[in-house]
């Protein structure tokens, strides 16, 4: 009885992997590159904008806004707290928010830099809550 880990059973995967990756070999050269149907030298180079794109600076500064939104799910209390914890704010103004979410159907939580406000908006996913984030104004 042959053992389980024959050649038999071991080259033709090996094998099937040889021919695959000779086949693509003449895709992978590096001195030609197919683009659309045309095959272009590597050494031909595309022009390029030299303008410095200040976007990223832009989004880093500019400040964005967590809106919390009502959902019939979450009790005012949980809500209450859940805000306090993420968004480390005291018992009032956890509670005043609150109730614009529960009167208003959505509340404006915080207005932070980007990295900080999507850090909020997993937080307050992670616990249940409905938010959402957008560039503020």
């Given at each position: 009885m042959p053992s389980r880990?024959?050649?038999?059973?071991?080259?033709?995967?090996?094998?099937?992997?040889?021919?695959?990756?000779?086949s693509l070999a003449p895709l992978?050269?590096?001195l030609w590159a197919e683009a659309g149907g045309v095959r272009m030298s590597?050494?031909?180079?595309?022009?390029v904008d030299?303008?410095?794109d200040t976007d990223e600076q832009v989004?880093?500064?500019h400040p964005f806004e967590v809106i919390v939104w009502d959902?019939?799910?979450?009790?005012?209390?949980?809500?209450v707290h859940v805000l306090r914890k993420v968004l480390g704010v005291?018992?009032?103004?956890?509670?005043r928010l609150m109730l614009e979410v529960h009167n208003d159907g959505k509340s404006l939580v915080a207005s932070e830099p980007r990295t900080q406000a999507q850090v909020y908006v997993q937080k307050l996913h992670a616990h249940g809550l409905q938010a959402t984030m957008r560039r503020g104004a």
């Open positions: 880990t024959s050649t038999a059973r071991a080259v033709p995967h090996v094998v099937a992997v040889a021919e695959m990756t000779a992978a050269s590096p590597a050494a031909a180079t595309p022009d030299e303008r410095t989004d880093q500064d959902d019939p799910v979450n009790l005012m209390a949980y809500v005291d018992e009032h103004e956890a509670h």
